[in-house]
């Protein structure tokens, strides 16, 4: 069992690449969602996508991009890095996009933009 | 906007009990969760409330006053791998998580 899984592990990248962080789950969750985790901020939302298909901007979505084609995969693209895109990037899952619902986390990505 | 508050870091020694306080401001209310992140690692589930009231799941306890915008996080018989950050996170008008910056918790001998 799998769970959610991320690739890379860890990246560093040059300022002014294009970069996409892969996310792949196999529990036919509807919702998943990208954070980002930098020190004393925790965790920020910066895409989500409540079903195959549909996605909407989290709190703090500028420089990122995502798609949704279908159930399993929810890759998060950083068209042109930059330095402030440094940080570690958590993928995560839910059943359905309800408050009720717990998410789960995958083992995250951890960024470096020199 | 979200604002959610909880202490930057707490110290305790084995077998003891300690207690993590979250209050909060946020636009709609549908629930709040606990998770559990070891240095390094993804954040997981502890716990959820969503009524006023404990809840109780072995050493791990949560409490909401909603009323008052507030939880807490309870553990109890501390052991060393208890040792981690604890992160309160509340689902909001639209069902969208806005997390604090989490509590790190180190257990001493």
């Known amino acids: 069992i799998a769970g959610i899984t991320q690739a890379p592990t860890s990246q560093i990248l040059a300022a002014g690449r294009r970069m996409t962080l892969r996310c792949t789950q196999d529990?036919?969750?509807?919702?998943m969602y990208w954070y980002r985790q930098d020190l004393g901020l925790g965790l920020r939302l910066i895409h989500y996508s409540n079903t195959a298909g549909t996605t909407g901007k989290g709190e703090v979505p500028d420089g990122y991009s995502v798609s949704r084609a279908n159930t399993d995969d929810f890759p998060l693209t950083l068209a042109s890095a930059v330095p402030s895109q440094t940080s570690v990037y958590f993928c995560?899952?839910?059943?359905?996009?309800?408050?009720?619902?717990?998410?789960?986390f995958g083992p995250g990505t951890r960024l470096l933009v020199l | 906007g979200q604002n959610i508050d909880q202490p930057t870091e707490m110290t305790a020694t084995e077998g003891a009990i300690v207690q993590i306080n979250c209050t909060y401001q946020t636009s709609g209310f549908n629930g709040l969760f606990w998770y559990q992140q070891h240095a390094g690692e993804a954040p997981t589930f502890l716990s959820y409330n969503v009524l006023d009231g404990l809840e109780e799941k072995g050493r791990f306890s949560s409490f909401l006053s909603r009323s008052k915008g507030y939880s807490y996080l309870l553990l109890k018989e501390l052991q060393m791998k208890d040792s981690a950050s604890y992160l309160c996170?509340?689902?909001?008008?639209?069902?969208?998580?806005?997390f604090g910056a989490g509590t790190t918790v180190t257990v001493r001998a």
């Open positions: 996170a509340v689902s909001d008008n639209d069902y969208k998580l806005s």
């Open positions: 995560a899952s839910s059943d359905s996009p309800g408050g009720q619902e717990t998410q789960y």
């Open positions: 529990m036919r969750h509807n919702a």
